[in-house]
């Protein structure tokens, strides 16, 4: 088994496994997918030999078994469109399942704003909402949540609240450290830095073998507590 293959076990379920715990067809599963109902899969690896995600695009994987693998969070969304199917006039199902999916991560970001890092493009220095920059944020959100992104980087993308706590967690990782490149921290710095990165990374996904050298996981978790060991050895 390739390293690849063993990432995709643990952490996916592949389109088989998917629409047996949902009850659900794979032509079922293709029409959400289709109808913008649910998220497209997370990975898909090729006859080819080759794993593609929206993400990263596509990268060699020799070895890896083709198909189309899937977040076990994938099972949470696929219940809340057939709800919502069965709850209303099946043309409005991709209004009805966005607004309510961007109305729960507008009220997390509210959240988070107040709690976690200044969003100051959304919230104003009372907290109000700035209605373009919300309305950026929720719908660029939408999109990756349909793309599969992150069914990718979200440890359990199971809510919006828990999708809204990582991107924010990382938001703010980034721009503290200069995006991984900061290599000079007074101890209380390195202190404050160092638990953030463990929210971060018990929030983000660890990424497969092929992809980790070029996330956002090495550079703002493995790269930055290095820079932040150099930084203590030197001082």
């Known amino acids: 088994m390739t390293e690849l ?44 030999g080759n794993v593609c995600s929206f993400v990263f695009g596509e990268m060699a994987a020799p070895g890896a078994p083709p198909g189309r693998y899937f977040p076990p969070s994938h099972l949470i969304w696929i219940d809340r469109a057939r709800h919502a199917i069965a709850c209303g006039a099946p043309e409005n199902t991709e209004v009805r399942l966005k607004s ?56 359990n993308a199971m809510s919006e609240a828990h999708i809204a706590y990582k991107e924010v967690l990382q938001e703010k990782l980034t721009q503290i450290s200069d995006n991984g490149r900061q290599t000079k921290f007074s101890a209380q710095l390195a202190q404050s830095t160092n638990e953030l990165i463990d929210a971060y990374a018990a929030a983000a ?31």
């Open 5 to 48: 293959s063993h990432y995709l076990e643990q952490y996916f379920l592949n389109e088989v496994q998917l629409t047996r715990a949902g009850a659900i067809s794979i032509d079922q599963l293709d029409a959400l997918i289709h109808d913008r109902l649910v998220p497209a899969p997370s990975y898909v690896v090729t006859e080819a």
């Open 100 to 155: 309510q999916f961007t109305t729960n991560f507008a009220t997390a970001l509210a959240t988070l704003n107040l709690s976690t890092w200044r969003l100051r493009d959304s919230f104003d220095d009372r907290g109000a909402a700035i209605d373009d920059g919300l309305l950026a944020r929720t719908d660029a959100a939408w999109e990756h949540f349909l793309n599969g992104t992150f069914g990718l980087c979200v440890a």
């Open 205 to 235: 996904m660890p990424f497969s073998p092929i992809e980790y050298a070029s996330s956002s996981r090495k550079r703002l978790v493995e790269d930055l507590r290095e820079n932040i060991h150099r930084s203590a050895v030197a001082a």
